[in-house]
């Protein structure tokens, strides 16, 4: 069998059109569709970046002396007082709130200005500003009384003031939102908006973080869909050679040498196997090398997606086998063609590997999540996000059965003596 | 050796091979004459096991091939009209593959294809890709890969169309030699009567699935012993002459060619003079007259009424 293998892969290597459009143009289009599609899956502070004004209202040295007051009168014992006004002393929540929206990450997103409220407003309603934040007068002596001397809220909320529900707005909101809900669990405070909505909307256009969650970029997309299509398009080369060793007699050639069929459906199919294989292999070192498309990743990511390739590329060689049998069966070599690039496409459509799944109706999804492509594409994705183990089983025991099923189909459909 | 017994094909009710008998004994070589869609190639497919007869049979040392072609395929060696070759590889991968798949044993393989090669000639251009050789070439290495794993028989279908001289030439040498030192049977099919002339002893000739006759050459050429062929070169075309030659009592047959006529006449009838007497009488010089020796080529037109190349 090693020389069928042999013979498969000199015969593809010495074809340099379709060397080029086996290695190449796979690397060639993810550069491509990476650089134009760039946009769309870029980092949320990449995509949004708002521009606000922080309007304090409060007086910190008014509340702080209101604050002390309070503490005065109450039935607390000398020292109690004195080590209740001695943490107030160190308790800035103004102050709080400034160093969070100036630390270095949220800088990303926001710009501060520090302009008057007139201004401030004037701006907003221009257009200029995305929003203003308004830490209300009174904050400090809430804050720090619910805080310190466990008093019920009284709800003095941040505002935050805008002229539209824009994108940029509610990522504002949720920002804020998230950082009060956090000093919430110390200060018991609210945080409502102003603005025409209430409930704190995701940023959109930007990708999800969840925490212990990854996720996938556009690259990554298109990397993984682009190489299992061309992947696929190999299947059809190497089974689309059996047209010219039919038509020049080269498989009845082989055929009187008593081979058995076998060794020639096994050729065409562990060759495809190991192309492919050199194909992902090829595509993913160049693509990470010129695009970086999975920074940082660990050697446990690799090994996983390497494993992931290589039960697609035994579907892929399943597949090959396939079409060289229905190769030996048609007699117009153009039909051939024409059934496997409908195939392929077919595939590709529904594997999402053109646009991904998610843009597909639901039912189409489904099915697509069966494709090889677009089962491989779906594994692969969870593999990027997640890095469990035990999600690999599944997919691959079905890619590898897939590949079975297509071998057993190819040897019974292999034609019989005098139908070739 | 081999014998096929009432060999048939048919191809969609049309029979294509019709009872067909040929034998080979061992160490012949033997000619196979058609024209184009006689039936010589659909005989060698079903010879070599590559289709199944409609009806008929091998054998193989007495012995069917029809169900179990394992034997057969052991001793034939068959060089397909087409060159059934990887383009992609040079001459001595596409020999190295195909004996591996001979399962010509590892340790003689490499000494095999040295040979092969040095018997057609080619041995210096091994490392060339096949997509790079002329026809000639490329038909050599053809015969070469059927010869890897020394057949006992050799069939070649055409091996010469459209090809070079020179590479004919070595082709027939080739073959020739086969025969005469290793001792290879051959049956050789082609539509080149002088080929088969120099290489087989025994000939069949096949026309529309049938063999309409078969013996050596001398056999072959006795069916023309009543009949003398005659090619006349006249001064003018003349319509009452050639009414007037077709009246003559002794001739069988006369054909217009594109340098006069051509009489096939009862043997020894001494036409030449009757003929002198009507050119004269018309006014129409007799500018040639040539009475042919007869060959294989006249022997089928005689049986089939058509030339071999039709």
Redo the contacts between chains.
Sequence with gaps: MS??I??DI??FW??RKEILMALLLPIILIVILNFAFSGLFKDDEEAIHIDIALLVADDEKVGKEQFEHAVKETELSPTEKEKVLDEAANLNPVGLIHDFLINPEIQDWITIKEISEQEATKQVNNGDLDAIIRIPEGFTYEVLSVVLLDERPNHIPVNILAKDPSTEVGALQDIVHNFVHSLNVQFALGSTGETVYAEPVLPQGGREVVEGIDTYSISQYFTIAISTLFALFLAQTVALKTV??K????V????????NPI?FLLGKTVSTFILVCIQMVITFTAVQLLLSVFPGKTLEFWVGLVVIMIAFSLTVAGLSSLFTSIVLHLSDSNTASGLFTLIIMGLGVLGGSFFPLEGLPNVFQKIGEWTPNGLTQTTAIKWIQFSDMSDLFFPLTVLTAISIVCFAISMSIFPN??RI | MLETVKLSKSFKGKKVVDEINIYLDAGESVGLLGPNGAGKSTTISMISSLIRPTSGDIKLDGKSTIKDPSEIRKVLGVVPQEIALYEELTAYENLKFFGQTYQVKKDILEGRIQEVLEMVGLKERQKELIKTFSGGMKRRINIAAALLHQPKILILDEPTVGIDPQSRNHILETVRELNKTSGTTVLYTSHYMEEVEQLCKRVYIMDRGKIIASGSKEELLSILSTEDTIQVQLSNRSESLIDTIKSFSNVFQLDETNVGLRIISKKNSNLLSKLVLASEKEGIQIVNYQVEIPSLEDVFLHLTGKTLRD
Excluded: A
């Design positions: 020389s069928f042999k013979k000199l015969v010495r074809d010219t060793e038509r020049e007699r080269v009845n050639r082989i055929l009187l040498t008593n081979s060794n003596r005098g």
